[in-house]
């Protein structure tokens, strides 16, 4: 009998065992399958920068070598949330909803991002189906749990001013969420025309869906994937700050009701994963994230 009872007892230890969160079958947390097989658990997961929607993996992204088409989706406590298409960079489809791009794409192998396509931006609005679903709460839950939730750099357009022969001032304001200290690209520093290089500017668009937008000079890092510690500005944690940029040749933009659109850079592919923390308590913010405001010309 107590033969019996020690391996009754072996067997239901072994049972917890095997149910323990370290497996690909985890209810634990934050999860990606791609094309039916868990690639992705609580595990493998440093934080997630819900702002710039970048996971940042512990080991590098081999998962993804093999997989340059398919489909992926997003779970939180072994319930899917979300799914969406698997592309590679060089692929010239556009699909709808969230989507991972593979080889080649704007970050390194530590870095997953999970982008999403608004049909909203290249055919008209009011198109069905097009709710972004990435900040689902049961996510941010899960991640909260296992101290991988990180909110990010906010980035708010305050006011925009249109005035005659193409100017155009755009006043935003970036907000650091998080309890860690962030370091961002700073156009006082680098310069309005290099920090063009990282993104496309500001932007209006009308009901008719023709976008009016900059044509500013673009200056060019050098080397072409390079950065310097100079370019960024730190914003303690739950700071903010105004930035201002000033376009002197802007297309004209008749009066009316627009979409302003801008989408704040940060860094990319040009960081590695040994330069990301400064520190213990402060890192470069990757990624970028987007800003709208609906607003007037008069």
């Known amino acids: 009998m107590k033969t019996f009872a020690r ?9 917890l065992l095997g149910c323990t969160p370290n497996g690909p079958d985890s209810e634990a947390g934050f999860g990606i399958k ?23 993996l512990k080991n590098d992204r081999t998962v993804l070598k093999e997989a340059d088409q398919g489909q992926f989706a997003v779970y939180a406590r072994g319930r899917e949330i979300y799914a969406g298409t698997i592309l590679s960079g060089y692929s010239s489809y556009l699909p709808k909803g969230p989507v991972i791009y593979t080889k080649p794409t704007f970050y390194n192998e530590y870095l997953l991002s999970i982008d999403f396509i608004n049909p909203n931006d290249f055919i ?17 839950d899960a991640l909260r749990q296992a101290g991988q939730y990180r909110q990010g750099l906010a980035c708010e357009v305050v006011s925009v001013q249109v005035a005659g022969s193409g100017k155009v001032t755009l006043e935003l304001r970036l907000t650091n969420r998080d309890e860690e200290d962030l370091y961002h690209l700073d156009p006082d520093k680098m310069g309005t025309a290099l920090f063009h290089y990282f993104t496309n500017g500001l932007s209006f668009r009308g009901t008719h869906q023709k976008p009016y937008t900059h044509h ?22 739950k700071e903010s700050r105004l930035i201002t ?7 004209a933009v008749p009066a ?3 979409n302003a659109d801008f989408t704040f850079p940060g860094l990319t592919y040009q960081v590695a994963k040994k330069d990301v923390w400064q520190g213990k308590s402060s890192r470069i913010w990757l990624g970028k994230t987007r800003a709208q405001k609906d607003v007037e010309v008069p």
């Open 216 to 237: 500013l000079a673009v200056e060019k890092p050098e080397p072409w994937n390079g950065w310097k510690r100079e370019w960024l500005s730190v914003l303690k944690s």
């Open 34 to 56: 791609i094309n039916d097989s868990m690639v992705i658990t609580t595990s493998d997961v440093e934080f997630y920068d819900f702002s710039s929607h970048l996971v940042y």
């Open 124 to 140: 008209g609005p009011n198109v069905p189906g097009t709710s972004d679903p990435r900040s689902d709460p049961r996510i941010m």
């Open 7 to 15: 391996y009754f007892l072996l067997g239901g230890l072994l049972f």
């Open 245 to 251: 940029l000033t376009y002197d040749a802007f297309d």
């Open 256 to 258: 009316g009701k627009y």
